[in-house]
């Protein structure tokens, strides 16, 4: 299989091509939103993985948009980060950090002084949700608040955060970085012709509504070098439920040509229509992404095994990351190489708690992980 095929990537040589994504799992020290020994076990169970992305990641206290995710942006956060790739590098693997900012998708609840979330522009997000508490204390889904638009003066200190949470990734041991631009974030918001209403430096047409993400790769790789960042993408996917940027296919191919230019190290492309039937790309669009992208290419979403193998096999990706399969089968790689079948994780422990539906699965012939 290819999935079982090494792959270069950078100055690291992946074992294989099964990729972790990024997983939400709300369970970061409190307070502080820190990392813990309690993450460290979960990401080394999972080191059998050829790469192993961190969840999501805020990369200042405004970034953040859920409950109890930890963070990139103290020291003390920096350090429980350490327990954690020390852990996966002890177990052999290797851990790229997701660096994150919600923009919009927050509840003036998690927003340092319950200031209103910021943007691109102040468009809210009319169907989306944050994890914040609800009206009786509870942990629960809510409407996302009004946003404000990011002043002009105010965009290269956001730019400025990434870096800084780029550089305690590196002192944490991390092995590189990825930018998360997916999954209408803030940097998908200002890639977007429906959310991105600016008519300054930073929206109007495809390279202005581009400039504030590659501006944060940008960032990134003055601290890390090109062959150690990736980014996460989910081109047209809509953002949040609001109309689906008809501009989504050519928006991302202009940032195809800057990245290709940028020499980042991978892109993942993240598609809805695998993972959800909503609307995404198909193999068209994978085809044209890779004559303009030139570097490694993961895809990810909703993948079985054998979709997997048949992207690999067609040329149309150079690796697959899989998400909730690696919840509930920590040797998710070994499983699919034996052809084992995979046990399906307990939804009601997705989101917050501890060890229970986090570190307490089995592998395949029944021992700990």
């Not at 690291?12 to 369970?27: D, E, G, I, K």
């Not at 204390?137 to 009004?146: F, I, L, N, S, T």
């Amino acid at each position: 299989m290819r999935l079982f095929e090494p792959l270069r990537l950078g100055p690291l040589t992946l074992p294989n091509r099964v990729v972790m994504a990024p997983l939400t799992r709300c369970r970061a020290k409190q307070p502080g939103n820190v990392p813990w020994g309690l993450n460290a076990t979960y990401y080394a169970q999972r080191a059998g993985a050829g790469l192993l992305v961190s969840e999501a990641t805020q990369v200042c206290p405004e970034g953040q948009g859920y409950l109890w995710t930890p963070g990139m942006h103290s020291a003390e956060q920096g350090a429980g980060w350490r327990l954690v790739t020390d852990a996966v590098h002890a177990a052999g693997g290797h851990i790229h950090a997701q660096l994150w900012h919600v923009g919009r998708i927050s509840h003036r609840s998690l927003q340092p002084g319950g200031a209103a979330p910021v943007s691109a522009s102040d468009l809210r997000a009319s169907k989306g949700t944050c994890f914040a508490l609800d009206t009786q204390g509870k942990p629960a889904r809510v409407e996302c608040d009004q946003p404000r638009a990011l002043t002009e003066a105010e965009i290269p200190g956001v730019i400025d955060q990434y870096g800084k949470a780029a550089q305690i990734a590196k002192d944490a041991g991390f092995d590189g970085v990825q930018v998360h631009g997916a999954n209408g974030y803030l940097p998908d918001q200002f890639m977007s012709s429906v959310v991105n209403r600016r008519t300054d430096a930073w929206g109007g047409d495809l390279v202005k509504r581009a400039r504030f993400l590659l501006e944060c790769m940008r960032a990134c790789v003055k601290v890390w070098g090109a062959d150690r960042v990736g980014v996460r993408l989910s081109p047209g996917s809509g953002n949040d439920g609001d109309t689906v940027d008809i501009q989504w296919r050519e928006q991302h191919l202009e940032v195809a040509r800057q990245l290709q230019h940028a020499g980042v190290a991978y892109v993942d492309l993240v598609n809805y229509q695998w993972a959800y039937g909503r609307p995404g790309f198909d193999d068209a669009f994978l085809r044209d992404y890779r004559s303009v992208y030139r570097g490694a290419l993961f895809a990810s979403a909703g993948l079985t095994r054998e979709h997997a193998e048949r992207l690999l096999q067609d040329g149309l990706c150079d690796a697959c990351c899989f998400g909730r399969a690696f919840i509930a089968n920590p040797d998710l790689p070994e499983r699919f190489r034996q052809g084992q079948a995979l046990a399906k994780g307990d939804e009601a422990t997705y989101y917050g708690g501890a060890e229970k539906g986090l570190t307490d699965y089995p592998r395949a012939d029944g021992s700990p992980a």
